[in-house]
């Protein structure tokens, strides 16, 4: 996967989801935004709420919600392959090459058992926000930072695990074929002793691919992070607020008249934060990428 694909993934899938929670969020909550933006209320958690609910809705088990939340689920999943290319080249389309022809079952398989982790993780990360908002003092932060770290890694290790287990019953039933049947001497290896579990996690955190004879498959580590796309997606709404809270209590905001037009926090928070979340994306990416190489 070439770079510049990658970075065009990320920021076009952050761009769109900041975009249509502005399409869809209500006047109430856009004004709410506002004010938390212009340092006129200390505190983020409801807003974050509001912008959860925009995009995916309430909480419910509607045809609609778990549409979005699959389609949100599969979209993480795949912005780390893209990732997982970038950082080993070669990898991701010739797993995706190998996979859809020898495995499709395999590939629907992987996919159905990421919906129960991401899923569970967008209902965890919105019940907990809604939690310290509902206090009559500030939000706990603190305590909602410790629980939303412990759930998602816990989420993260149940996707990983469970992407594991999918592969060794495949292969239990004879559903594998040539060259695919490979990896699972891999994933024999890793589930014989509490040594080779960790050594996979560890690679599934780096995103480094299972090496086959000829072939490299991408880490499992696309469904270690699948999962975390929630805690990663509130961590950039706060970081984007926090500078945009930063530059208007600086005047930065007041002084250019081009910056008022670009980032307009009033008529268009979510559209303002979207663009301070795709250039902390950017920056981010590019200096992980320069740092690697």
């Not at 816990?154 to 990983?160: D, E, K, S, T």
Request: charged share 10%.
């Amino acid at each position: 996967m070439h770079p510049l694909t990658t970075w065009l993934a990320l920021v076009g899938s952050v761009w769109a989801l900041f975009a249509l929670a502005e399409e869809h969020i209500a006047a109430p909550h856009r004004v709410q935004i506002t004010r938390w933006l212009r340092c006129q209320i200390p505190y983020w958690p409801a807003t974050f709420v509001a912008v959860c609910d925009s995009v995916f809705g309430p909480p419910t088990l509607s045809g609609a919600y778990v549409l979005r939340a699959c389609m949100a689920s599969h979209i993480a999943a795949f912005l780390v392959l893209c990732l997982s290319g970038v950082f080993y080249p070669g990898t991701s389309g010739l797993m995706l090459l190998v996979l859809f022809l020898y495995a499709p079952a395999l590939v629907g398989s992987l996919a159905l058992v990421n919906l129960l982790p991401g899923s569970l993780s967008i209902l965890v990360h919105r019940a907990l926000l809604q939690r310290v908002s509902n206090g009559q003092g500030p939000p706990r932060v603190g305590t909602w930072l410790v629980l939303a770290c412990a759930t998602t890694g816990i989420l993260a290790v149940l996707a990983c695990t469970l992407g594991f287990l999918v592969v060794f019953v495949s292969n239990r039933v004879h559903s594998l074929q040539r060259p695919v049947t490979w990896i699972i001497g891999y994933v024999e290896s890793i589930i014989k002793d509490t040594a080779g579990g960790l050594s996979a996690l560890q690679e599934a955190v780096r995103l480094q691919p299972v090496l086959m004879p000829g072939m490299a498959f991408p880490s499992f580590g696309i469904w270690l992070y699948a999962p975390c796309f929630p805690f990663v997606w509130v961590w950039l709404y706060l970081l984007s607020g926090v500078l945009i809270r930063g530059a208007t209590a600086c005047g930065l905001m007041r002084a250019s008249r081009r910056a008022q037009r670009l980032l307009d926090i009033d008529a268009r928070p979510l559209h303002t934060l979207g663009a301070v979340a795709v250039g902390v994306v950017s920056v981010v990416y590019w200096t992980a990428l320069l740092w690697r190489r």
